[in-house]
T-cell receptor, first 113, second 115 residues
Framework: AQSVTQLDSQVPVFEEAPVELRCNYS??????LFWYVQYPNQGLQLLLK??????LVKGINGFEAEFNKSQTSFHLRKPSVHISDTAEYFC???????????FGKGTRLHILP | NAGVTQTPKFQVLKTGQSMTLQCAQD?????MSWYRQDPGMGLRLIHY???????DQGEVPNGYNVSRSTTEDFPLRLLSAAPSQTSVYFC??????????????FGSGTQLSVL
C-alpha cells in the first residue's frame, strides 16, 4: 500500500527566509503527488500537483515542488515566506490506477517575526 | 455554488450512540471521500466513492458505514460511537475518477466528540 512520510512535524522559519518542507513516498511505478495547505480552522486546499512531465511544479502563493523519482521525494519550497504562510501543509500521493489519495501526517509551518 | 457542505459543524455524542455526518456537493462531482484528522496523524481515508451506488474502504473503515444513493450526497454513519472516533471529519470531492485524480475540494469539517 502506498504511504507518505513527512519528515518534520513542525518547521520554524523567519519571515522572508526560504523554507523547504520534506515529503517522501513509498516507491511505485507511477504516482501522482500533491501538496495541500490547511489554514487555521479551515478545510484543505490544493497548493500544487505533479501528474507527469516537468519535475518542477509551480503552485499558488509562490510555492513550488520538485519530483525526484530516484529519491521518491516531492519536497515543497518557497524562496521567501510571509506571515500569511502560517499553516499546516500536507503531502499526498495516489498510485496510478488507484482511486485512493493518501495523506501524510502534515508539517506545521511557523513563521517567526 | 456552495461547494462541499458538511453538517453539523460540531457534535457531541455519548458512547454507543449513533449518528450520521452529512456531506453534499453541488459541483456534479463523481468522486467523494471521507477523511478523519487527528493530531499527529494527518488525514486518514475512511471510505470513498467513485460514483452513485459504488463505495469502497479506505485506510481506517472500521466503525463507519457509507452509502451513495445520489451523486450529490455521501453520508457517513457511526452505528455505535466510541471515544476513539473523537476527531475532525472532512468530506472531499473531485470531478473525475479517471486517473490522474483531479484536485480534491474539501468541506469545512465536522468536529465530533464522543464521551
Amino acid at each position: 500500500a502506498q504511504s507518505v512520510t513527512q519528515l518534520d512535524s513542525q518547521v520554524p522559519v523567519f519571515e522572508e527566509a526560504p523554507v523547504e518542507l520534506r515529503c517522501n513516498y513509498s516507491s511505485s511505478v507511477s504516482v501522482y503527488l500533491f501538496w495541500y495547505v490547511q489554514y487555521p480552522n479551515q478545510g484543505l486546499q490544493l497548493l500544487l500537483k505533479y501528474l507527469s512531465g516537468s519535475t518542477l511544479v509551480k503552485g499558488i502563493n509562490g510555492f513550488e515542488a520538485e519530483f525526484n523519482k530516484s529519491q521518491t521525494s516531492f519536497h515543497l519550497r518557497k524562496p521567501s515566506v510571509h506571515i500569511s504562510d502560517t499553516a499546516e501543509y500536507f503531502c499526498a500521493v495516489s498510485d496510478s490506477g488507484d482511486d485512493k489519495i493518501i495523506f501524510g501526517k502534515g508539517t506545521r509551518l511557523h513563521i517567526l517575526p | 455554488n456552495a461547494g462541499v457542505t458538511q453538517t453539523p459543524k460540531f457534535q457531541v455524542l455519548k458512547t454507543g450512540q449513533s449518528m450520521t455526518l452529512q456531506c453534499a456537493q453541488d459541483m456534479n462531482h463523481e468522486y467523494m471521500s471521507w477523511y478523519r484528522q487527528d493530531p499527529g496523524m494527518g488525514l486518514r481515508l475512511i471510505h470513498y466513492s467513485v460514483g452513485a451506488g459504488i463505495t469502497d474502504q479506505g485506510e481506517v473503515p472500521n466503525g463507519y458505514n457509507v452509502s451513495r444513493s445520489t451523486t450529490e450526497d455521501f453520508p457517513l454513519r457511526l452505528l455505535s460511537a466510541a471515544p476513539s472516533q473523537t476527531s475532525v471529519y472532512f468530506c472531499a470531492s473531485s470531478y473525475s475518477t479517471i486517473q490522474p485524480n483531479e484536485k480534491l475540494f474539501f468541506g469545512s469539517g465536522t468536529q465530533l466528540s464522543v464521551l
